[in-house]
């Protein structure tokens, strides 16, 4: 059931592209943290290895952050390899894109203008 099994005694299971269904990433997306996670990993996590965890703050315990990062994954979302100690996450956006087109821009884009909506002036 993984895709790219990184090389770790610590593999994580991920979603094959044809097991990613639209409820579950429409799911993982309808919550704020988690979509606070996806907008941090689209405007910073391009790079190949993305960014750990720990790269990306959450106001919440840690437990809760951990819940959050593996809705994310078992969805289909977010692919997370271990490089160390460190876990990197990245989005599947290649995924999604074949699958959903245009919903993780449309989705980044509504999440965008709803926080310049709502900031404070």
């Known amino acids: ?25 429409l799911h993982a997306l309808s919550d704020p943290m988690r979509l606070r996670v996806v907008r941090q990993l689209a405007r910073d996590g391009a790079g190949l290895d993305g960014l750990s965890c720990s ?36 989005l599947r956006r290649d995924d999604l894109d074949a699958l959903f087109p245009g919903l993780l821009d449309s989705v980044l884009a509504a999440a965008r203008t709803q926080a310049e909506r709502t900031a404070a002036p």
């Open 1 to 25: 059931m993984t895709t790219a099994a990184p090389i770790s005694s610590r593999a994580l299971d991920h979603p094959a592209r044809a097991e990613i269904r639209l409820e579950g990433v």
């Open 55 to 90: 790269q990306i703050d959450l106001p919440v315990t840690k437990s809760t952050s951990t819940h959050h990062f593996r809705v994310l994954r078992e969805s289909g979302v977010i692919q997370q390899i271990y490089r160390g100690t460190a876990k990197l996450n990245g």
